[in-house]
């Protein structure tokens, strides 16, 4: 570790959305867990997140971690703002990583620091299927080690991250990517990419090149736990023809998508509606759901598509919905 090359004291960092072009749900582990094999991608939207090493000297903040010093703050109600978020859990499982191999107490005073504090700007819907969660911890994580001088590699935080949630191990990658010139000096850098083909329960993350799709994001503004879904999968896998079936990770396909839209009417008629009145080349339910992406190889398609949404009858005034791209920043300018 070179404990020189970095001594500010602040990082901000974006935290990408992602989403599944394929997820198939391969076999039921002995933990609970699922082995999954899927096509992940970043997305160009995002909570920001402001990192600190500081003196304790203000006390305006949600919470507070004596284990380690850690303050979080955000004005969003929705996510919790206690040792269950997943930002002050990704920076705990970093902190005890460091303090593993080095002495953080010396890290921390060379610093002139005796806490960390997290602010998450959250404007991704929460519970998505868009890993919102796990990109704040994956951001908090690489900005904590930033701020610590960069003791640990791209692929050792995705070593911890698997801890903190499945997706952590991809958004680490995907971020570390999107977030390049602020992480400058991360040893291993330049395996990350903004696309990955994702295997074992998140933890196998194997770089390949994005596939760039112009995207509409719909959200219809309901929460789905990853958790009841995955478990509902579990009968389907007693076949063995299913769980030994072929897959192919460059289709459009979502196991998952079966149980969300027979449970939940918000989505079935979400999917439905865009089928019927857009003209997307694809359609598909990202991760365990609700929302769904709209993908368009041509733009002319797109661009049109977005502008009649906005006096659309059929789009919900509760749906909330976003332009995008997927891919990497080359495919975003
Ligand atoms: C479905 C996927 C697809 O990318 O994404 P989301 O829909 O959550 O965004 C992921 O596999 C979700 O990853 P993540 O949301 O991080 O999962 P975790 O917090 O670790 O786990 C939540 C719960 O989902 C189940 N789970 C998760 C991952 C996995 N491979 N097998 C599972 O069975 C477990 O029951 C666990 O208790
Ligand atoms: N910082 C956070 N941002 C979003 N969700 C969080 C956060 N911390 C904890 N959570 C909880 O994690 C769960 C999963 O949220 P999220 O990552 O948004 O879902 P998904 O992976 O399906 O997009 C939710 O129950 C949410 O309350």
Excluded at 40 to 56: E, R
Excluded at 130 to 152: C, D, F, Q
Excluded at 280 to 295: F, I, K, N, Q
Aim: net charge negative.
């Amino acid at each position: 570790m070179n404990r020189d090359a970095v001594k500010s004291s602040e990082i901000e960092l974006n935290a990408y959305a992602k989403i599944n072009l394929s997820l198939y749900v391969l076999s039921r582990r002995a933990d609970g867990y699922h082995d999954i094999k899927s096509f992940m991608q970043g997305i160009n939207i995002f909570d920001t997140l402001k990192i600190k090493t500081k003196k304790i000297n203000n006390y305006n903040y949600n919470c507070f971690f004596s284990e380690t010093n850690i303050y979080l703050f955000s004005a969003n109600r929705n996510i919790p703002l206690t040792a269950d978020n997943l930002a002050v859990k990704g920076a705990i499982s970093v902190v005890r990583a460091i303090s593993g191999r080095y002495n953080l107490t010396d890290l921390m005073k060379e610093r002139g620091a005796d806490c960390i504090s997290i602010e998450i700007d959250k404007k991704l819907p929460v519970a998505a299927g868009i890993a919102g969660g796990s990109g704040n911890a994956a951001a908090v994580m690489l900005g904590v080690n930033h701020l610590l001088g960069n003791p640990l590699s791209m692929r050792e935080l995705m070593d911890v991250g698997v801890k903190v949630g499945a997706d952590v191990p991809f958004s680490i990658m995907m971020n570390t990517y999107l977030n390049a010139d602020e992480l400058e000096g991360l040893p291993k850098i330049e395996e990350a990419s903004s696309a990955a083909i994702v295997s074992g329960i998140g933890e196998v993350v194997e770089a390949v090149e994005p596939r760039p799709y112009f995207v509409i994001l719909f959200n219809p503004s309901i929460a789905v736990s990853t958790k009841e879904v995955y478990e509902a999968i579990d009968r389907k896998l007693e076949d063995t023809d299913y769980a030994q079936r072929e897959v192919d990770i460059n289709l459009f396909y979502n196991d998952l998508e079966l149980y969300t839209l027979a449970n939940y009417e918000e989505v079935q008629s979400l999917v439905s509606r865009i089928r019927e009145n857009l003209q997307a080349d694809e359609v598909l339910m990202s991760g365990s759901g609700p929302t769904v992406a709209a993908y368009y190889t041509e733009y002319t398609r797109f661009e049109a598509d977005y502008k009649a949404l906005e006096s659309a009858r059929w789009v919900e005034p509760t749906w909330r919905y976003w332009k995008t791209k997927s891919g990497g920043h080359d495919v975003w300018s």
